[in-house]
């Protein structure tokens, strides 16, 4: 199924997840783990356990394609609450010198989840999730470098990642949409055949949001 399909039967499902997840404590074992990750600060416990969901370790991709063990936690929660809480967990720990953002997105079949971890570089976390364009033949390195070029130019401020997408907020709009927008399509052109459908509602549609959302099914 595609993304574009996906999004099209959200609604309910968000709406049911949001009933059924309420605020919580901690459990002992959740408390042990943000403790062994580094992030078993006061500010950082009651912040995710405001969340009320619950926490899981954060595994990353090695080399070699094997999950291992990361330097963070992930945390379940609805995807209609994913923005707020974002917002509200960064406010609060970044200042401590942790980084939060978004790891899993399920466009509502399932929670999203937010990963917490120690230090606030972006490009680690996006090491962490490894992400790729491997069904365009783009390694890890080449989506990064590709990244790093676009940051350069107009400053990302990345919100979320996963093995095969990313989602950053513009610190600079491009003064001229259009042919980014094509820059952008030939770098990732599942968000124009899967989503948007022109490179034209492209452009529109970071000029209207404000940011930049790529994927490789």
């Not at 995710?48 to 330097?71: F, K, T, W, Y």
């Not at 030939?186 to 948007?196: E, S």
């Amino acid at each position: 199924m595609t993304r574009r399909a996906l999004l099209g039967l959200t609604a309910l499902s968000a709406s049911l997840l949001a009933c059924s997840q309420e605020p919580r404590p901690l459990t002992p074992a959740e408390r042990e783990l943000l403790r062994e990750t580094g992030l078993g600060h006061p500010t950082v416990v009651a912040s995710i356990a405001a969340v009320g969901g619950p926490v899981h370790r954060l595994m990353a991709l090695s080399d070699e394609g094997e999950a291992v063990p990361a330097p963070g936690v992930t945390v379940e929660l609805p995807e209609d609450r994913v923005s707020s809480e974002l917002a509200r967990l960064r406010e609060a720990l970044g200042p401590l010198g942790f980084g939060v953002y978004q790891a899993e997105q399920h466009f509502g079949f399932e929670p999203d989840r937010l990963a917490i971890v120690t230090g606030t570089d972006p490009y680690e976390f996006l090491r962490i999730v490894r992400i790729d364009g491997i069904n365009y033949d783009l390694e890890h390195e080449a989506v990064v470098a590709k990244l790093r070029e676009w940051d350069s130019r107009y400053g990302l401020d990345y919100l979320g990642a996963g093995l095969d997408w990313v989602n950053a907020r513009f610190k600079t709009l491009p003064s001229d949409m259009a042919p980014f927008a094509q820059e952008v399509y030939a770098f990732c052109p599942d968000v124009v055949d899967q989503g948007t459908e022109t490179v034209e509602r492209l452009a529109d549609e970071m000029r209207r949001s404000g940011t930049l959302y790529c994927w490789w099914d």
